[in-house]
């Protein structure tokens, strides 16, 4: 059995805890807050289980194997350094620092320790997703053209971090894991207009290695809440709508290619591709249900996740790179 504490108990934690207690191979038994109150719901709902407004008291505890990260992001470097160095193993909820520097810092502390630091990068444990890879990975999209990705709604706005680090995120950690790169160059321009100097709708362009582009529109101001992704091939073309919950994944057989290569427009000939919309058959199951079984396998194994220290902070690089374009008006900004 893994005993789990969880650190922050806000909008995302309480979903954290009722997943990791549905596992038979983990138990939530210590849970902190600052705000008493929400401990005080987290008792009634979890008779029995501890709690602390001092985290510092989580890992003083010999009881404790691992520890999850649910609090504000500026937060996290400390927090996660302190329990790596207490020997605890971390899921964190993304993103997993706010500067490149603190999430290289805890990727070599965790390899010091031995211990597994884990991101929650939730849609890389979605079945549409995977189930999207698997299509990239066999050749039956062709060649990748674009992806893009819509992720909007009004309301529910942080007061940590802006629009592109609380949604963008889950869209770049989606592109990376798909194309299996990272990109190489990002171009982005955003406005503030409900608070001033805190973006909250962005349109970000990324470049990758192979070619492909990558682009993202994200906003907190939008009455239309959307949460697509879409990947263009050569051979076919997929959607993903994580809102829809009958057929979240769509594929278009209809693509377009060069037939042949070619010297002058004379001998220019494209190539169509008409087929037919289908809706594959994706497993049903809850993404962070998935998340949380592969964190306790990973402490139980010894493996790395697949959402680990350094996918992290691969995110947190391109995170950075776009803030640095938002203030240059979209001037491009290198990836390193």
Same mark, same amino acid.
């Given at each position: 059995?893994?005993?789990?504490?969880?650190?922050?108990?806000?909008?995302?934690?309480?979903?954290?805890?009722?997943?990791?207690?549905? &596992?038979?191979?983990?138990?939530?038994?210590? *849970?902190?807050?600052?705000?008493?109150?929400?401990?005080?719901?987290?008792?009634?709902?979890?008779?029995?289980?501890?709690?602390?407004?001092?985290?510092?008291?989580? &890992?003083? /505890?010999?009881?404790?194997?691992?520890?999850?990260?649910?609090?504000?992001?500026?937060?996290?470097?400390?927090?996660?350094?302190?329990?790596?160095?207490?020997?605890?193993?971390?899921?964190?909820?993304?993103?997993?620092?706010?500067?490149?520097?603190?999430?290289?810092?805890?990727?070599? &502390?965790?390899?010091?320790?031995?211990?597994?630091l884990m991101v929650s990068h939730t849609f890389l444990y979605n079945t549409a997703v995977r189930k999207m890879k698997e299509y990239i990975?066999?050749?039956?999209?062709?060649?990748?053209?674009?992806?893009?990705?819509?992720?909007?709604?009004?309301?529910?706005?942080?007061?940590?971090?802006?629009?592109?680090?609380?949604?963008?995120?889950?869209?770049?950690?989606?592109?990376?894991?798909?194309?299996?790169?990272?990109?190489?160059?990002?171009?982005?321009?955003?406005?503030?207009?409900?608070?001033?100097?805190?973006?909250?709708?962005?349109?970000?362009?990324?470049?990758?290695?192979?070619?492909?582009?990558?682009?993202?529109?994200?906003?907190?101001?939008?009455?239309?809440?959307?949460?697509?992704?879409?990947?263009?091939?050569?051979?076919?073309?997929? &959607?993903?709508?994580?809102?829809?919950?009958?057929?979240?994944?769509?594929?278009?057989?209809?693509?377009?290619?060069?037939?042949?290569?070619?010297?002058?427009? +004379?001998?220019?000939?494209?190539?169509?591709?008409?087929?037919?919309?289908? /809706?594959?058959? !994706?497993?049903?199951?809850?993404?962070?249900?998935?998340?949380?079984?592969?964190?306790?396998?990973?402490?139980?194994?010894?493996?790395?996740?697949?959402?680990?220290?350094?996918?992290?902070?691969?995110? !947190?690089?391109?995170?950075?790179?776009?803030?640095?374009?938002?203030?240059?008006? +979209?001037?491009? !900004?290198? *990836?390193?």
């Amino acid at each position: 059995m893994v005993n789990i504490a969880v650190i922050g108990c806000g909008y995302w934690g309480p979903n954290l805890i009722r997943n990791l207690n549905q &596992l038979q191979e983990a138990a939530v038994v210590m *849970i902190c807050d600052l705000d008493p109150e929400k401990l005080k719901k987290m008792e009634k709902l979890y008779p029995g289980v501890l709690t602390t407004q001092d985290y510092a008291k989580v &890992l003083e /505890s010999p009881e404790i194997d691992a520890v999850v990260v649910s609090t504000q992001a500026a937060t996290h470097y400390q927090i996660i350094k302190d329990a790596l160095s207490a020997d605890k193993d971390v899921l964190s909820e993304k993103p997993l620092t706010i500067l490149n520097e603190e999430a290289e810092e805890l990727i070599k &502390l965790a390899r010091e320790r031995e211990r597994i630091l884990m991101v929650s990068h939730t849609f890389l444990y979605n079945t549409a997703v995977r189930k999207m890879k698997e299509y990239i990975d066999d050749g039956r999209l062709g060649k990748i053209y674009y992806l893009h990705a819509t992720r909007t709604h009004l309301g529910l706005i942080r007061e940590d971090v802006n629009a592109v680090w609380d949604l963008a995120a889950h869209d770049i950690s989606i592109f990376s894991f798909l194309l299996q790169m990272q990109p190489k160059i990002v171009s982005a321009v955003g406005g503030s207009y409900l608070e001033k100097n805190r973006v909250d709708v962005a349109f970000i362009t990324l470049t990758y290695p192979n070619g492909a582009i990558g682009n993202i529109h994200v906003g907190w101001i939008d009455s239309n809440k959307v949460r697509e992704v879409v990947v263009v091939g050569s051979k076919r073309r997929l &959607l993903f709508d994580d809102l829809n919950g009958m057929e979240p994944l769509r594929v278009y057989e209809k693509g377009v290619t060069v037939e042949r290569p070619y010297s002058d427009f +004379g001998e220019f000939k494209l190539l169509l591709r008409d087929g037919d919309i289908i /809706s594959p058959k !994706v497993e049903s199951a809850e993404p962070l249900k998935l998340e949380c079984q592969h964190f306790i396998h990973c402490i139980q194994t010894r493996e790395l996740p697949l959402t680990d220290g350094v996918n992290g902070l691969n995110v !947190v690089k391109v995170l950075n790179a776009v803030d640095r374009s938002l203030k240059g008006n +979209g001037v491009p !900004v290198e *990836i390193r």
